[in-house]
């Protein structure tokens, strides 16, 4: 595919015509994963599955949900409401995007990357780990782990307003 670039991430070649400068780029490669922007919309899933809601700002839940999972025929759609959805085939070994018109390419990158490809990853085998992590002065980083929506990322938020800083 013309304008593909290759990149390396957890021993996993990423064949993708979105640029990626925060992954290691490689010169070649056999994709693990392609990713690609899809050409249309994806077709309205009735099989929604999971909502996450995440915290506003104030620490309350969202009413409207900030994720949400679907399963397809071909595999999995997570929406992320007037951002983008991403389509993930069954087997993880493709991820094709739709994002708003107006979506910042950076934004774009943070949830291919940060959201996106860990799911896909652990289609592949890999152990993934849901985390937040802030500097405590005078103590270091300490890191959060559990399961989605427990809370990580509020607690590290409310951490960084006392004046320590999101790892």
Known sequence: MPGTRRYRVFGITLASRIELPEVTRVATGHPDI??????????????????????????????????????????????????????????????????????????????????????????????????SAVHVPRLGAIAFAGPTGCGKSTLASALSLCGCPIV
């Open 34 to 131: 392609i990713i690609e922007r899809a050409a249309d919309d994806f077709s309205e899933p009735s099989d929604w599955f999971h909502s996450w809601h995440g915290t506003n700002a104030s620490g309350r839940k969202r009413r409207t949900p900030w994720l949400s999972f679907a399963r397809t025929e071909d595999g999995y759609l997570l929406r992320f409401p007037d951002l983008a959805d991403f389509a993930v085939s069954r087997a993880g070994d493709r991820i094709r995007c739709r994002p708003a018109s107006r979506l910042a390419p950076s934004t774009l990158r943070h949830l291919l990357l940060d959201q996106v490809l860990p799911l896909t990853l652990s289609r592949h085998g890999h152990l993934v780990l849901h985390a």
